[in-house]
C-alpha cells in the first residue's frame, strides 16, 4: 500500500479525529464514531478517498539515480 497522506495532513487527521470522537463521547451520540475515519486515515497514512483523484499530500519522492 502507497501512503499518501503527509505530515501536516496527518496530524490535522489524527486531531480531528480525536475532537470528533471526544464529542460523541461527550454527547452521548453514534455520531461520534465518524471520527473514527480521519483518525485511522491519519495513523496508516492512507486515504482511499484520494485515489480517485490522484491526490497526494506528502512530500515528493527524489529522483531516480542513473
Known sequence: MKFNVGGADRIIRIIAGLVILGAGCYYKSWWGLVGLLP???GMFKFCPAYLPFGLH??????????
Open 39 to 41: 483518525l485511522l486515515t
Open 57 to 66: 499530500t506528502g512530500a515528493p519522492k527524489p529522483p531516480a539515480q542513473p
